[in-house]
């Protein structure tokens, strides 16, 4: 088990500077490991990397409606900011108040938002690293197993040559053996005499 986990770092550590695209992202990846050949931990792999992709898209998108609304905030703010102490005016104090309020509780919440956000290109790269040594490794078992089957094709290619040699050979001296017959026949018969025995076979 210990020399497993040696070979999934040495892997990662092989992949680092490389460019990987995100796996499940990319066509060819779907080409390599086709859907009946992915084993329990690809599968797991696969959803927890898609599961971060779609949290990083939610949360850029969560971040923009903060900040269309903490902008929609500000507007409210300015055309509340003349206030008195008529009914109109108090009412728009308390808009104004409650305006600062939801704007404090967006700013902690973009700024939680964007924090989480700067960490999920990690998650993602690492992510899709462990997704990736998965994959060599099925593609790995998968190019040793296709390698015993060259090897016993490529056996049965060469005996099935040497057995087809030989018969072309034997079939060569029948084709002699049978024109050298005809001939002799042919000139002791002659002619008359084998188109009798040719029309009783």
């Given at each position: 088990m210990a020399r497993k986990m040696d070979k999934s770092i040495e892997i990662i550590e092989a992949?680092?500077?490389?460019?990987?695209?995100?796996?499940?992202?990319?066509?060819?990846?779907?080409?390599?490991?086709?859907?009946?050949?992915?084993?329990?931990?690809?599968?797991?792999?696969?959803?927890?990397?898609n599961n971060l992709l779609k949290q990083q898209g939610?949360?850029?998108n969560d971040i923009k409606d903060?900040?269309?609304?903490?902008?929609?905030?500000?507007?409210e703010i300015v055309a509340n900011m003349e206030t008195d102490n008529s009914p109109a005016g108090r009412l728009k104090a308390k808009k104004l108040e409650?305006?600062?309020?939801?704007?404090?509780?967006?700013?902690?919440?973009?700024?939680?938002?964007?924090?989480t956000l700067l960490d999920m290109p990690y998650q993602i790269k690492k992510a899709?690293?462990?997704?990736?040594?998965?994959?060599?490794k099925v593609?790995?078992?998968?190019?040793?197993?296709?390698?015993?089957?060259?090897?016993?094709?490529?056996?049965?290619?060469?005996?099935?040559?040497?057995?087809?040699?030989?018969?072309?050979?034997?079939?060569q001296d029948k084709e002699i053996e049978n024109s050298s017959l005809y001939s002799y026949m042919h000139d002791i018969l002659g002619s008359a005499v084998l188109d009798i025995l040719d029309d009783k076979e």
């Open positions: 992949l680092q500077g490389k460019k990987i695209p995100i796996l499940t992202l990319d066509d060819r990846w779907y080409q390599l490991i086709p859907e009946h050949e992915k084993t329990a931990t690809i599968k797991q792999l696969e959803t927890n990397l939610k949360m850029i903060m900040k269309k609304l903490k902008k929609k905030l500000m507007s409650k305006s600062h309020q939801f704007i404090e509780e967006i700013n902690i919440k973009m700024q939680e938002a964007d924090d899709n690293e462990e997704l990736m040594v998965e994959s060599m593609c790995y078992t998968k190019l040793k197993h296709n390698q015993i089957e060259i090897e016993k094709a490529d056996q049965w290619i060469r005996k099935t040559r040497e057995t087809l040699k030989v018969r072309i050979l034997e079939k």
